[in-house]
């Protein structure tokens, strides 16, 4: 059974920085052919994803976080991470890990092709 658990979110200041983490068990990130994610969801917007890291190390990002966000994964601990910085108030939002199922050769470019889900996590950016 896969699951993934984000932790690290929290409250900062415009400026300011945040690690998120995704802990997965039952997923093997040694495999190849995976994609792993990061979305966000902000109250009243649909999910957007805003990075995503394919089992080779190759990452896409959206522009919006571009040059602020870097998604990294540690294979030996199964924990995918996001460092933010110069977060702003718009990147205020409940922010989700995401993996899929399978051998895939790209990352899927929308939700719709991640399978397993976290929880969630919330960042709220203060101005």
């Known amino acids: 059974q896969v699951q993934l658990m984000e932790s690290g979110g929290g409250s900062v200041q415009s400026g300011g920085r945040l690690r998120l983490s995704c802990a997965a068990s039952?997923?093997?990130?040694?495999?190849?052919?995976?994609?792993m994610g990061w979305f966000r969801q902000a109250p009243g917007k649909e999910r957007e994803v805003i990075a995503r890291?394919?089992?080779?190390?190759?990452?896409y990002y959206a522009d919006s976080v571009k040059g602020r966000f870097t998604i990294s994964k540690d294979n030996a601990a199964t924990t995918l991470y996001l460092e933010m910085s110069s977060l702003r108030p718009e990147d205020t939002a409940t922010y989700y890990c995401?993996?899929?199922?399978?051998?895939?050769?790209?990352?899927?470019?929308?939700?719709?092709?991640?399978?397993?889900w976290g929880q969630g996590t919330q960042v709220t950016v203060s101005s």
């Open positions: 039952g997923y093997s990130f040694i495999i190849s052919g995976y994609c």
């Open positions: 890291i394919y089992s080779d190390g190759t990452t």
């Open positions: 995401a993996g899929t199922s399978g051998v895939i050769g790209v990352c899927p470019a929308g939700s719709g092709g991640f399978r397993f």
